[in-house]
């Protein structure tokens, strides 16, 4: 099955640094990547996806990059606020009800 | 739409003990899925399904039964609980192939304890 790797497992950053996570998956043939985001005791939230006919996309300050050859996406955030604490996850698919997904990245913004 | 919803919140079972952990969705969603959530682990697939009367098995199946007699309702069963089965669960409906949108969402998670 698909394996998705994820580092690193913990980020603190200065509030309004940027900051950058990246992820591996080992199946050619994933072909949907989305990113959710989960505060503490909450459920996870999708905050973007990509798709692998796409290099990268932007929303706001969020931005995915994807490289299809290398097998491996990231997900950056700029202007980073204390609101952006929490725990990322990246995930890989090739069909969209089977989500494998990294083990998460602790992010925490510095005030 | 209340979304995706789950029942119970916290559960706390001996070994040994069964019960189905409920989940349920308004949104006329064609997939759900089941994940557990383990320290460092991220989110594992259990079981999913693509519509009423088709199920499968994900990634962590053992110990666990499901079904699902309407599009509404996926509801999981541990049959036998064990202490490895201590873990966050948590239900995803996503719209399907007739929807040009993959995205899964989830509902606020059972807490599950197994003494």
């Known amino acids: 099955g698909e394996n998705v790797e994820q580092h690193p497992s913990t980020l603190s950053v200065q509030e309004g640094d940027s900051a950058v996570i990246k992820c591996t998956y080992s199946d050619s043939a994933s072909n949907y990547f989305p990113w959710y985001k989960q505060e503490l005791g909450k459920r996870p939230q999708l905050i973007i996806d990509?798709?692998?006919?796409?290099g990268e996309k932007k929303d706001q300050r969020i931005a995915v990059t994807l490289n299809k050859t290398a097998k491996h996406f990231s997900l950056h955030i700029t202007e980073t606020q204390p609101e952006d604490s929490a725990v990322y996850f990246c995930?890989?698919?090739?069909?969209?009800?089977?989500?494998?997904f990294g083990a998460g990245t602790t992010v925490t913004v510095r005030a | 739409n209340a979304g995706v919803t789950q029942t119970p919140k916290f559960q706390v079972l001996k070994t040994g003990q069964s019960m189905t952990l409920q989940c349920a969705q308004d949104?006329?969603?064609?997939?759900m899925s089941w994940y557990r959530q383990d320290p460092g682990m991220g989110l594992r697939l259990i079981h999913y399904s693509v519509g009423a009367g088709i199920t499968d098995q994900g990634e962590v199946p053992n110990g666990y039964n499901v079904s699902r007699s309407t599009t509404e309702d996926f509801p999981l069963r541990l049959l036998s609980a064990a202490p490895s089965q201590t873990s966050v669960y948590f239900c995803?409906?996503?719209?399907?192939?007739?929807?040009?949108?993959?995205?899964?969402?989830f509902g606020p998670g059972t807490r599950l304890t197994v003494l």
């Open positions: 949104m006329n969603h064609e997939y």
């Open positions: 995930a890989a698919s090739k069909v969209d009800y089977k989500l494998s």
């Open positions: 990509i798709r692998s006919n796409v």
């Open positions: 995803a409906s996503s719209p399907g192939r007739e929807v040009s949108t993959d995205t899964q969402y």
